[in-house]
């Protein structure tokens, strides 16, 4: 094989071998912020958004949501924490550049009560538009139905309170 056949071989395998770590990196960050979430802690997860980052939440409950800020999002997401909702994601996609990432998340929540009762459970997809790390935009797709029942039980639940 010449030399120069060789240097470009070494220089796709370093491409490819780069890329798979940007794409692992990924992925154990995303792992590590949503075990933070899990635990309340939404601070991770908010180094991850960029100033203006747009978020969609489609449906007809309290938890729908057209946000194009940081902060309006910071507020969403310390409510989702405050509730005790365990969200997993059980696979995450990521593709593209650096410059122009998609990531795809999907994953499932859930809340137990006090006394063990599984009192929510839905399955979700998030789809999101990444810059440099920063995510630029993101959708979430669940079942809207075990979302608005999700409201009617935290409504009962400071009903009692």
Do not use: C
Not at 105 to 120: A, K, N, S
């Amino acid at each position: 094989m010449n030399s120069q056949r060789l240097s470009r071989y070494r220089t796709l395998a370093a491409a490819l071998l780069t890329r798979a770590l940007y794409l692992r990196l990924g992925r154990l960050m995303l792992a590590r912020t949503h075990a933070r979430l899990r635990l309340g802690d939404i601070g991770p997860l908010m180094r991850f958004y960029a100033k203006d980052v747009q978020f969609h939440f489609p449906g007809e409950h309290s938890w729908s949501a057209n946000l194009s800020d940081k902060r309006a999002l910071e507020a969403w997401l310390e409510r989702f924490a405050s509730t005790g909702l365990q969200l997993y994601a059980d696979e995450i996609l990521i593709s593209g550049p650096p410059w122009k990432t998609t990531v795809v998340i999907r994953g499932h929540d859930h809340l137990i009560d006090e006394q063990g009762t599984v009192v929510y459970e839905n399955r979700a997809v998030i789809w999101g538009s990444a810059s440099w790390g920063k995510l630029k935009r993101y959708e979430v797709y669940e079942d809207t139905q075990k979302v608005a029942a999700f409201d009617d039980y935290l409504q009962s639940r400071t009903s009692r309170s």
